[in-house]
């Protein structure tokens, strides 16, 4: 009886596992695919881009031509005509990332230093050349002599020089200014960078220069439409008022005055040095003493300089004296010495260097020449 109760509860309860190995089973029949298809469904979300996400550019155009612009501004803190207003204020961009329109300056470039340039080397020395020119004045022949100094490398770059015309005192000629060392005071300076290379045209005065007190049949009217019309068709001479300069000593002082007083327009510099202002024929329409203040001399630059012991020193004074009340811009130097060679020799690179400060030391500054 035991043993019959004990196998039917052993068929009982292979029967009861058989029931629940069956149900685990149809369980998971039901379950695994359901697994399946939500592990498929979890995949491919994980994979897939949220549509409203931003797109955010690694480099934004208007962002990059911002920085060009900030780096342009920093480069040219040097250029005095940038201010703090002018750099552009980056705009912010929207929360959509829609770039908004900009307004982007266009760099500048950084400008060189101007003032003191540095000379270009040059192997071609400066010289002295002599000749003639034709002449109508009967008095002194139908050519007349004249030497011009041309600086380093004068014509290599095929543009202009500007021009000074220096006159010599009374009973001269066209060497006294060579004797005098202007040309290798020039010389010096110009390869020193302290004044432009220029041309330097000496006349011989002859006859009109030691005779004759102004207007268009004295040595006035010889200069302006004989000397330097023929120095600018012969040479690489700045033909306009801006690249002339005139000047001179003694007698020759007295016309570098008259002639520049009685036209302005023509002249950029005037320099009386030491200047013979004793001419009693010269009227008051010729005279330097009364054109240098009763004149419109526009902005003609004037400089006046003798030796406080020169015995020509009280007409000199005066006109200095009658052109400061007048209110007539002008440079004045009283300078130790007497009326002598000695003196102008001295001076000569003060001339000089007052002579060529309106001019540029850039080559690149002046207009092609014409003359071969």
């Excluded at 009886?1 to 029949?29: D, H, P, S, W």
């Excluded at 897939?48 to 480069?75: F, I, Y």
């Excluded at 005279?287 to 203040?293: L, R």
């Excluded at 006109?319 to 130097?333: F, I, K, S, T, Y």
Aim: aromatic share 8%; net charge negative.
């Amino acid at each position: 009886m035991a043993g019959q109760l004990q196998e039917i509860n052993l068929k009982t309860a292979r029967g009861n596992a058989l029931v629940k190995g069956r149900f685990k089973y149809l369980l998971g029949c039901l379950i695994l695919p359901l697994f399946l298809l939500a592990a498929a469904c979890s995949l491919s979300l994980g994979t897939a881009e949220p549509a409203l996400q931003p797109q955010h550019p690694t480099t934004s155009p208007t962002a990059v031509s911002l920085a060009q612009a900030d780096e342009a501004e920093t480069n040219n803190t040097a250029n005095p005509e940038s201010t703090a207003n002018d750099t552009p204020e980056p705009q912010a961009l929207d929360p959509t990332w829609t770039p908004q329109p900009t307004t982007t300056p266009t760099p500048t470039n950084t400008p060189e230093p101007s003032q003191t340039p540095t000379p270009e080397h040059c192997d071609t020395p400066g010289q002295i050349i002599t000749g003639t020119y034709p002449s109508q004045n009967l008095m002194d022949g139908p050519e007349r002599n004249y030497r011009v100094y041309l600086p380093p490398c004068y014509g290599q770059d095929g543009r202009l020089y500007p021009t000074l015309y220096m006159f010599h005192g009374n009973i001269g000629d066209d060497s006294v200014w060579d004797e005098l060392g202007l040309d290798e005071a020039a010389e010096e300076l110009i390869q020193s960078g302290q004044i432009p290379p220029l041309i330097i045209a000496l006349p011989d005065g002859g006859f009109l220069a030691n005779n004759t007190s102004g207007g268009p049949n004295s040595f006035e009217g010889h200069i302006l439409n004989e000397f330097i019309p023929f120095i600018e068709e012969t040479y690489c001479a700045w033909p306009d008022p801006e690249g002339r300069a005139i000047g001179g000593l003694s007698r020759g002082g007295y016309w570098s005055l008259e002639i520049a007083f009685r036209s302005p327009e023509l002249f950029i510099s005037v320099g009386g040095h030491s200047a013979a202002l004793l001419d009693s024929a010269a009227g008051p329409d010729m005279n330097p003493q009364f054109t240098g203040v009763n004149n419109d001399l526009g902005d003609l630059r004037i400089y006046l300089d003798i030796g406080e012991n020169d015995y020509l020193l009280p007409n000199t004074l005066r006109l200095h004296e009658d052109m400061e009340a007048a209110g007539r811009p002008h440079v004045w130097v009283l300078n130790e010495g007497i009326h002598e060679d000695g003196y102008w020799a001295l001076h000569a690179p003060d001339y000089l260097l007052w002579y060529g400060e309106p001019w540029p030391l850039d080559r690149t500054a002046y207009s092609a020449c014409q003359q071969s």
